[in-house]
């Protein structure tokens, strides 16, 4: 996601008085957000007791809760379709939160560095970076629309919320399991579009979606990398989109509906004028879902239904 997009403005919260509060919340109850105090995550906790989780966005903390169940208390940081992670400033709010935490995930991979600070305040925390455990060699950051990957953390976070709370640890792993289960039909259907044609997209974040769909991207590089970099697009590599759209060798333009920019805004009304199917990705889950399965397939179906 890039920068240049509308989007919500957040405070920043300088680092002494992120500190001030952050201690002043260790004396007190905060129930609201967080619940009271913290433990060490290696210490087991009693069956009973919720396992606080602080999540970089709400797609992971959604991953988080599929496996905890009701056994965890998940505070998603960024959860706002209109926030972006590039730029997002953590609040005293937050540092409360990962303070309190027992564990924490984050994206990696550069998409989400506000949270470099957090996971060092999470002092009591087990800690899980996405794109360390979904890794292919691939330096795509966009890990969450690769359904092996996300099966891989599913099974981290299964495994870890076990050591925190060992009691819990049959019903965290079977969690895991019947998550896995959906995406693995998730990605039954997806696996059979590739042989239906090429896409072009304005941002690479449905990457890894796409790889698993075996469908062609013919996005020029430097259109993607461009956009990547918060770049202008030059004008050869836009023109090539524009051939591929207007000459529909393409049967899908994949559209990043969190970034908007002039260029994006023109490469989207080509394909609505020349009739190729725009399929609509985000980068979080959008306003009103909280459920990553319902999320990716919607995203699936959309990308099927476009590649007919």
């Not at 995550?41 to 797609?59: F, L, N, R, W």
């Not at 609040?91 to 998409?111: E, F, P, R, V």
């Amino acid at each position: 996601m890039n920068s240049r997009r509308t989007k919500s403005v957040f405070a920043a919260v300088s680092a002494l008085a992120v500190l001030a509060l952050g201690a002043t919340a260790c004396a007190s109850s905060d129930k609201a957000s967080t619940g009271s105090g913290s433990q060490n995550a290696s210490a087991a906790d009693p069956g009973g007791e919720k396992i606080k989780v602080v999540a970089s966005t709400d797609v992971w903390g959604s991953v988080v809760t599929a496996v905890g169940g009701d056994k965890v208390e998940v505070t998603s940081i960024i959860h706002d379709p209109s926030a972006d992670p590039h730029s997002y400033e953590t609040t005293a709010s937050d540092a409360i939160a990962a303070k309190n935490a027992k564990l924490t995930l984050s994206n990696g991979g550069g998409y989400d560095e506000f949270f470099s600070k957090l996971a060092d305040q999470a002092t009591g925390a087990q800690k899980l970076v996405a794109v360390d455990i979904a890794a292919t060699g691939n330096e795509n950051e966009h890990v969450w629309y690769s359904l092996p990957g996300v099966e891989k953390i599913a099974d981290q976070v299964a495994a870890k919320l076990g050591e925190i709370q060992p009691a819990s640890k049959d019903a965290f792993t079977a969690n895991a399991t019947a998550f896995k289960g959906k995406t693995e039909e998730l990605l039954k259907k997806v696996s059979g579009l590739g042989t239906s044609g090429k896409v072009v997209a304005t941002e690479p974040v449905a990457h890894y979606l796409l790889e698993s769909a075996k469908v062609t991207d013919a996005t020029p590089p430097a259109f993607a990398a461009a956009v990547e970099a918060e770049q202008d697009v030059p004008a050869a590599a836009l023109n090539e989109v524009k051939q591929l759209i207007s000459g529909k060798q393409v049967k899908a333009l994949v559209n990043n509906a969190q970034t908007t920019t002039p260029v994006t805004q023109q490469v989207v009304g080509d394909a609505k004028n020349a009739g190729i199917a725009v399929v609509d990705v985000t980068e979080t889950l959008p306003q009103g879902v909280t459920d990553y399965i319902a999320w990716m397939t919607k995203a699936v179906d959309a990308l099927a239904g476009a590649l007919k």
